[in-house]
């Protein structure tokens, strides 16, 4: 057996732990879990954490529980937030689940070995629990003043939204799912983001009040980026581990991006590397910055755990197109809609096929057709500058001529003015 709490201290993941936690997972194999709530079809970067606790738990020896909230995803978690959730349907939650999943399977090793991963779904246990039951069953061992003494029910209390009885009852849910997987399955440990210290110690207090039981917890640092920014957030918004969501090439970036502050942190919770190895990683870094050496070695490691060799293969291809010499033989490679994912961000303009057959200038395609330049005088003036190139080739001419032999795929053309800045002509 691995010890996991100091796996977790080590890699700087530590939050909370209750006491004796440590001790008891040293004696042996022991079964935890941690709750994904299924508030959408796809998880995002932000479940990462929760996710490699999970890895290292199981690799520490120890079992570890997936549990699918599809029924506290109908309710919604207060913890964190400062207004209620909009409730979901139980078709949405289901659609919801299937997507989750699916990526978890991916992260987990599932097969039937002594500490192979199990996924429950919290609706199993609560679909026939009538209210009557639950109260009697449940409520009557936690008190009210418990309740309101927790930190996610008083900040609702004090802010404007106030907290509705369906968020109060939460706790007691999540509480309740803690016992049942006590019960049932000998799951000893509850894990989540420390925003959940106190969902997780309800369920050790319940454990303890409705059958004299032991149940221990663990949780770990939310993550937050250095300049204050939320972590897993970009300007399109969430970092999704679907790749309809996110694609590969923009979750690879997203790491690329990391800040030399951030991706100090984030190479230790977010990739298996050992402390020889990141320690290793950080020297040669450190030698010479510019070289961005953790981000592309984190980069590399959580894309393709995410989502394939072949995926990170892509994403390394497209930022060499994209920021560096590469060709258009790469592109000519990819369909339509990777075109597009690839470029999405970049300003792209719509250009008549039609009138592309009969001849464009550059003067002409670049100012009139577009607007790339403001005048066709400007677009000459770098042109002539050595400062456009069209599909990777540089134009020297002003009276240069294009027409549709000059579409990639049948389709594009790019367009960039001095180095970085690109531009998608579509033709239709």
Known sequence: MANFVEELRWRGMLHDIMPNTEEKLNEGMTSGYIGFDPTADSLHVGHLTQIMTLIHFQRAGHKPFALVGGATGMVGDPSGKSDERNLQTPEMIEYNLKGMKAQLQKFLKF???????????????????????????????????????????????????????????????????????????????????????????????????????????????????????????TESGAVWLDPEKTSPYKFYQFWLNASDDDVKKWIRIFTLKNK?????????????PHLRILQKALAEDITVKTHSVEALETAIKTSEFLFGNSSLDFLKTLSESQVLEMFEGIPQFKISKAELAGGIDIATLLAENTTVFPSKGETKKLVQGGGVSVNKEKVADVAFVFNTEHLINDQFVVVQKGRRNYFLLVAE
């Open 111 to 233: 097969e039937d070995s002594g500490n192979g991963a199990v996924m429950v779904n919290n609706a199993d246990w609560f679909k026939d629990m009538n209210l009557f039951t639950f109260i009697r069953d449940v409520g009557k061992h936690i008190t009210v003043n418990y309740m309101m003494a927790k930190d996610s029910v008083k900040s609702r209390l004090s802010g404007d939204a106030g907290l509705s009885f369906t968020e109060f009852c939460y706790q007691l849910i999540q509480g309740y799912d803690f016992y049942h997987l006590w019960k049932n399955n000998n799951c000893l440990v509850q894990m989540g983001g420390s925003d959940q210290w106190g969902n997780i110690v309800t369920g050790t207090e319940l454990i303890r009040r409705k059958d004299a039981g032991t149940a221990y917890a663990i949780t770990t640092q939310l993550i937050k980026k250095a300049d204050g920014t939320k972590f897993g957030k």
């Open 276 to 288: 020889e190895e990141i320690e290793a990683l950080e020297k040669e870094h450190d030698a010479a």
